[in-house]
């Protein structure tokens, strides 16, 4: 008997519909050869959706995310569309991953055979490694809970033992099964106290692991490295923000 899934689709906006129709067209080919029924359920939110309502998702939609098998996002935001204090307003970040709990953002990052790169000559053991950034905590907690004055603004970063303790646990555990079986804790230990404690939580699961390397690098040498030596790395974890730029630096 074919497993049914209910899907809910949130096309986006921008290049969001073409990438989530290919998508679709895919998962068509995956039910042909596997046993399954995907029941997709489209929604409307991200920049579009606020222009027309006000809202970037409503509450009917954040509900059908929370109780269906799974969500398919295509890209969502607009830069012109902007709320009244002035951050974008169509995005889904704030809404979506606080609202499913979606604490751990994974971001493999591999380069492919006949795929042209600046590095492809500088690793030799080849690019493949993962990031994992915490997604609910960090400094993007601070968004549109910040303190706004005609003099300035104030953006606060949160970081907890709850918080930091599961996300570390996740890169741990995808460590464990990798040929190198490296964690890289990426951090500003040495500027911030929040990161402070995001290190000496890390610290405490490495040792809980000792068949699995552990190491720390500062987010700005961490950034310089990516170029310098991706080959190196397998598993990095981090806070929201610096995950944010890693990843993109990865890609």
């Known amino acids: 008997m074919a497993r049914d899934y209910r899907v809910i689709i949130i096309p986006g906006d921008g290049i969001g519909p073409e990438v989530t129709d290919a ?3 895919v998962l068509a080919a995956v ?3 596997e046993n399954i029924n995907l029941n997709f359920e489209t ?3 991200g920049a579009a959706h606020y222009s027309a309502t006000g809202r970037a998702m409503d509450d009917t ?3 059908a995310c929370r109780t269906a098998d799974g969500v398919l996002k295509g890209p969502v935001g607009d830069p012109a569309v902007r709320a009244p204090d002035g ?3 169509g995005t889904l970040g704030g809404v979506l991953r606080p609202g499913l709990d979606a604490y751990a953002n994974v971001r493999p990052i591999r380069l492919y055979p006949g795929v042209t ?4 000559d500088v690793a030799e053991t080849g690019i493949d490694y993962i990031i994992v950034r915490e997604n609910t905590e960090g400094l993007y907690a601070s968004r549109g809970k910040g303190t706004v004055t005609p003099e300035g603004v104030t953006d606060f970063m949160t970081m907890s033992r709850t918080g930091i303790d599961r996300v570390v646990r996740k890169a741990f555990s995808l460590a464990a099964p990798r040929p190198r079986r490296r964690v890289t804790c990426v951090d500003k230990a040495n500027v911030l106290r929040g990161f402070a ?3 000496e939580i890390f610290d405490t699961h490495a040792a809980q692991h000792p068949d699995i390397a ?5 987010a700005d040498a961490a950034a310089a490295a990516l170029v310098e030596r991706p080959g190196t790395f397998d598993v990095l974890v981090t806070e929201n923000f610096v995950g944010d730029i890693l990843s993109d630096l990865g890609a």
């Open 214 to 218: 552990a190491d720390h690098l500062y």
């Open 61 to 63: 939609t954040l509900a």
């Open 197 to 199: 404690l995001f290190r």
């Open 23 to 25: 998508t679709l067209a």
């Open 31 to 33: 039910q042909d050869h």
């Open 87 to 89: 951050i974008e307003a």
């Open 43 to 45: 929604h409307s939110a």
């Open 117 to 120: 790169s600046a590095l492809r």
